[in-house]
């Protein structure tokens, strides 16, 4: 199930030198016509033509996916040979791969894939074009399309991505407004329409990276921390590092990631199974994946229901929390966790008081349960005021985000 190979029709010169001196001829033949980057009305992209980004780095043309006989117009890496579609167009409907498709400008100024007879596959469909725009695919992966030079963006790939995030695209989620800017899977390897799966960034008191199985929560990252997301596994590594989440104060969260230094090409991908990975290429050959969001079972969000931890290396995988027991133990030694579990003994604070006080059970190694509430407290009043509330179930202190408590129903899931 790799989603890597696709046909790439204009990559069949199998002479390098020969393909280097026809770059070399066609880059002097066009430089007096005008660049190889960009698509206008005059300058359109004929099904199988590719244009290339300044730089050489990324692609942008019609292509087929492995066993499909459709074409679209997509974005791929130019860099690696086990080319990989960062992005596609018009991903819902697709060409029939005998229609002569067009990319191009239309009248309106916006980007359009046309077929043979003119009829409308895609369309950037912005309101705010301009007559004879212009789009160039920037040698960061980005096509942009603008009136010209020095007027503003109207469109971007990088604001309407598919599967794909690439170092310095910004994924976003506005809390007034609810505009989105995340990921969505492809329904399977050779077909690129929008899948079931979405992943991006979402806000409740601190911002956390979620992936949506149809609109459920699938998985869940820590709360970011100011420097990463906690509860992630390997996060620390290098492999991780370089996130940022800025915060424009109009209601906007931004996500994003750059390597300082990294010269080798790295992506983060929502595959069609919901999983989230990593993905770099230090050969300029193949792929490696360096993280994914799902390891094992026990990543997939509420995997063992409330009060209850998943651990991978277990058998079974499920077990209640110290204190805690099977709502249902039938059920429950039947494999289904979905009745959780409650506690074996209630607080003191929610019996006749006798002079006993409650304490707290720390667990490590374990990610922290979703929807928190916050507050500036340090590590010692977040404790008292959680022990002096009897709707508090737990708290979590972190330095770098501060006191974090739970008054609902506790999903812990194992980590580590
Ligand atoms: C593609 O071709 C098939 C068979 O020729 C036809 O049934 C189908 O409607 C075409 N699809 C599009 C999108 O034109
Ligand atoms: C563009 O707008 C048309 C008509 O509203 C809609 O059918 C189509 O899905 C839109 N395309 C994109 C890429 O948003
Ligand atoms: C757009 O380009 C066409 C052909 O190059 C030219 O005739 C026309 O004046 C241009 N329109 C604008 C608004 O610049
Ligand atoms: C570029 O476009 C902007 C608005 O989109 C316009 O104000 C400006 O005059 C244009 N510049 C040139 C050189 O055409
Ligand atoms: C394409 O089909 C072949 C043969 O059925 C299969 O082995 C391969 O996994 C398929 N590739 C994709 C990406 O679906
Ligand atoms: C974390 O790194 C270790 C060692 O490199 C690796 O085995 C493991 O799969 C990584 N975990 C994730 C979630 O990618
Ligand atoms: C698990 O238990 C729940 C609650 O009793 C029930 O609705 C569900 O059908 C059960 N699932 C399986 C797979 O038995
Ligand atoms: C207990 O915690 C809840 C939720 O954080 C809060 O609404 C309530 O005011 C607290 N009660 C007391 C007595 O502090």
Redesign the pocket.
Known sequence: MQPESVEQPMELVPNTKLSALLVLLSCICLAFVSATDTITAAQLLNDPETITSNGGHFKLGFFSPANSTYRYVGIWHADVSLSTVIWVANRNKPLNITSSGILTISDDGNLVVLDGQNRVFWSSNSTNTVPNSTAQLLDSGNLVLQGNSTGSIIWESFQNPSDTCLQKMKISTNIRTGKKVQLTSWKSPSDPSIGKFSAGIAVRNLPKVFIWNDGSLYWRSGPWNSRIFIGVQNMTSVFLDGFSVVDDKEGTFYLSFSFTGETFPTNFVLNAQGNLQEKYSANGENWEVVWSALETECDVFGKCGAFGSCNPQDSPICSCLWGFEPK?TQ?WN?G?W??RCVRRTPLQCERVKNGKIDGFLKLTTMKVADLADWSADDDEQCRNNCLQNCSCMAYAYDAGIGCMTWTRTFVGSYFG
Do not use: A, D, G, Q
């Open positions: 249902n059920e039947r289904n979905s009745r």
